[in-house]
T-cell receptor, first 111, second 118 residues
Framework: TQLLEQSPQFLSIQEGENLTVYCNSS?????LQWYRQEPGEGPVLLVT?????EVKKLKRLTFQFGDARKDSSLHITAAQPGDTGLYLC???????????FGQGTTLQVKP | NAGVMQNPRHLVRRRGQEARLRCSPM?????VYWYRQLPEEGLKFMVY????????ESGMPKERFSAEFPKEGPSILRIQQVVRGDSAAYFC????????????????FGAGSRLTVL
C-alpha cells in the first residue's frame, strides 16, 4: 500500500508567521493535490500539481511538486487566522489513478 | 450548480442497527467514491463505483458494509449491525472521469455524513 506521510501533524503558530507542510512518499504519483478542510465540512481542493518540479502559487500559498513526483510541500507566508484548518495532501497512484490521502496537518493560527 | 449532496448530515444509531448514507454526485459526474475519516485524521478510501458497477471495493470491510450506485438515484453506503467503531465521518466524492486516466483525477467532495453509534 502506498503511503503518504504528512508532517507536521499539528502546527500552532502566531498570525504573521510562515510555515511549511510536507508530504512525502517512497512511491511516484501521477499528480498530487492539496485540500483544505474546515470542521464539519468536506475537503475543498486548493491545487493540483502534475509535473515534477512544478510550483504553483495561490495568493500566500506556494505549492511545490518534487522533481521525482514523490513528495510535495505547501508553504504559507504571513499566516492569518482564516488559514486555520486541516490541510490534506492526496496523490494519484500512477497506474490506477486511485487517490491516496495523507493523514493531514492541523493548522491553528492565533491572532 | 449543486455540488455533491450527502444526507443525512448527522446520523445516530444504536449498536446493531443499520445505517444508510446517501450521496448524489455533481451533475454530469458518473464516478463516485466513498471515504471514511476519523477525527483529525486523513481520509481512508473505501469504495469506487460507476453507475451500476462497483469498480474497486478494496477499502471496504468485508462484512456489514456494502455500497451501490444504481442507474437512477443516489449512491448508497449501507452499514449493517453497526458497532461503536463505525462512528466516523463518511465522505462521498464524485468526478467526471474515472481512475486509470494518467492525469489528475480531481474529486469534488460532499460535506459528509457523521455517524455516531451509541
Amino acid at each position: 500500500t502506498q503511503l503518504l506521510e504528512q508532517s507536521p501533524q499539528f502546527l500552532s503558530i502566531q498570525e504573521g508567521e510562515n510555515l511549511t507542510v510536507y508530504c512525502n512518499s517512497s512511491s511516484v504519483f501521477s499528480s498530487l493535490q492539496w485540500y483544505r478542510q474546515e470542521p464539519g465540512e468536506g475537503p475543498v481542493l486548493l491545487v493540483t500539481v502534475v509535473t515534477g518540479g512544478e510550483v504553483k502559487k495561490l495568493k500566500r500559498l506556494t505549492f511545490q511538486f518534487g522533481d521525482a513526483r514523490k513528495d510535495s510541500s505547501l508553504h504559507i507566508t504571513a499566516a492569518q487566522p482564516g488559514d486555520t484548518g486541516l490541510y490534506l495532501c492526496a496523490g494519484n497512484q500512477e497506474n490506477t489513478g486511485k487517490l491516496i490521502f495523507g493523514q493531514g496537518t492541523t493548522l491553528q493560527v492565533k491572532p | 450548480n449543486a455540488g455533491v449532496m450527502q444526507n443525512p448530515r448527522h446520523l445516530v444509531r444504536r449498536r446493531g442497527q443499520e445505517a444508510r448514507l446517501r450521496c448524489s454526485p455533481m451533475k454530469g459526474h458518473s464516478h463516485v467514491y466513498w471515504y471514511r475519516q476519523l477525527p483529525e485524521e486523513g481520509l481512508k478510501f473505501m469504495v469506487y463505483l460507476q453507475k451500476e458497477n462497483i469498480i474497486d471495493e478494496s477499502g471496504m470491510p468485508k462484512e456489514r458494509f456494502s455500497a451501490e450506485f444504481p442507474k437512477e438515484g443516489p449512491s448508497i453506503l449501507r452499514i449493517q449491525q453497526v458497532v461503536r467503531g463505525d462512528s466516523a465521518a463518511y465522505f462521498c466524492a464524485s468526478s467526471p472521469i474515472g481512475r486509470g486516466w494518467t492525469g489528475a483525477n480531481v474529486l469534488t467532495f460532499g460535506a459528509g455524513s457523521r455517524l455516531t453509534v451509541l
